[in-house]
Every structure is written in C-alpha cells, then in structure tokens.
C-alpha cells in the first residue's frame, strides 16, 4: 500500500522508513469527541513522523521516538492486559447492582457497546474506564449466546460476555448466568 504525507504531500517511502522506524504514521481524526460514539466519525490520514512533529511544534521528545526491545513489548502488553483484566473484574463484580447483566441481556448477541456510554456518570465506574481507554483505545463490550444450550441448565440462561479493545486486542471473557423465569430489573444503564 502507498502512503502519502498529509502534511508534507510527499510519498512515504521505504527510504523514509529506514530513516525512521516510527515511518508512516497515522493520525486518527475523531468528529464529535465528547459525544456517544454513535455520534462520532473517523478518518485517518498518514504523515511521516518528523513532518508530525514540525508540525506539531514541540521539540521535546515523544515517547514515540523510543523503539522498545521485544522483552520490554512483551512486559508492556502484559501490563495492559493486567489492567483489562482488572477492569473486567471489577465490572464482573459489580455487574448485579449496576444492571449491566439485565441491560446486555435485552440486547441481541453480538452487537458491541462502548462501555464508557454504559457508565457515563456513575464516577467510579467511569473513571476506572478512562483510565484504561487513556492508555489502550475504546473498550467495547458484547454478549454471545452460543454458550446457553438446554441441556447446560433447565432453570438458567448462560451467556459469555466478552470486553475487549476497539481493536480487539486483550480480549477477556467471562460466563454470566440469567434464571429463565421472572422479569427482569429495569436497567440504570443509559438513562
């Protein structure tokens, strides 16, 4: 694939990217960013990193520029998904009281939902959700029925839930259990 600066308008070429490892670069517009993600739209464009920082005009050094070892890559992404985890089972705890079960359950399998939209304003929550989507990309969460056969339970409906990034890296899932009679609690959630 060809790539073209955007800010300089030249070709990003392999003698560019010899120069510099972090060549092409893309940058990642989004429209409408304190609104839902419903709301919102993206396009990405592609420059060369030093055009980037030109433009930018910060002298400073970005975090970019240092290319890591593969052992310290290994260590990061283990990291951040020790903090995926972590979230997940903290939302796995605390699923009952916020109604997240009740409100992914009338929702049809495999539709994904941003959890930030799920938890705007209920603080704890939320904050614990920035902190993760400030260092990984949107966190998105789905059900998948494929897991609740008859002959599992005569008296539940089980179902995994899966959460994982906007692009699907550390994804975690968990199995979550519904009784097949009685109604369900009206949800908290998007209200």
Do not use: A
């Not at 510099?20 to 396009?43: A, F, R, V, W």
């Not at 930030?116 to 304003?121: M, R, V």
């Not at 990034?165 to 259990?177: M, Q």
Request: net charge negative.
């Amino acid at each position: 694939m060809d790539y073209k600066c955007c800010i300089c308008k030249q070709k990003i070429t392999l003698e560019d990217k010899m120069m510099n490892n972090n060549n092409p670069c893309s940058l990642k517009i989004t429209t409408n960013y304190d609104s839902t993600s419903m709301e919102q739209k993206e396009e990405t464009f592609f420059c060369h990193f030093q055009c980037f920082k030109e433009f930018y005009g910060d002298d400073s050094t970005f975090y970019l520029e240092y290319i890591p070892t593969p052992l310290e890559s290994l260590v990061e992404n283990n990291r951040l998904l020790n903090k995926v985890e972590e979230l997940t089972q903290y939302l796995y705890d605390i699923g009952e009281e916020t109604d997240l079960w009740d409100f992914l359950f009338e929702k049809v399998s495999g539709t994904w939902f941003p959890l930030l939209d799920l938890y705007s304003g209920i603080s704890d929550v939320e904050v614990k959700i920035v902190e993760v989507q400030n260092e990984l990309s949107k966190l998105l969460i789905m059900w998948n029925d494929d897991y609740s056969s008859n002959q599992r339970s005569t008296n539940r409906y089980w179902r995994v839930v899966l959460i994982t990034t906007e692009h699907y890296e550390f994804p975690v899932s968990f199995l979550i259990g519904r009784p097949k009679s009685g109604t369900s609690k009206t949800s908290k959630l998007l209200n």
